[in-house]
């Protein structure tokens, strides 16, 4: 099965994360498809901490990649500010 799940990155205490499709029988931070977007839970005011290409979200969820629960909040949230 595939999956469209976040992939943990940075330093300790400092995480960003990258929105990444993937199997799911890989490794969370292991090999990916195709990465989509990214997320940084501390940017600071007037830097984007989030950014997801709705194009390829909606293209893998049509193939029937399934999204985890935080990823489908988060491009409810990228989808509200793009508009």
């Known amino acids: 099965m595939v999956v469209i799940r976040l992939a943990r990155g940075g330093s300790k205490a400092r995480p960003s994360y990258s929105i990444v499709v993937a199997d799911k029988r890989e490794r969370r931070d292991g ?3 195709e990465r989509i977007g990214f997320y940084d839970p501390s940017a600071k005011e007037g830097v984007e901490g ?6 390829r ?4 969820l049509g ?6 629960d935080t990823v489908i909040r988060l491009a409810k949230v990228a989808a509200k500010k793009a508009a």
């Open 57 to 60: 979200y909606s293209h893998w």
């Open 31 to 33: 090999r990916f498809i």
């Open 63 to 68: 193939l029937g990649a399934q999204a985890s």
């Open 50 to 55: 989030l950014r997801l290409a709705q194009d």
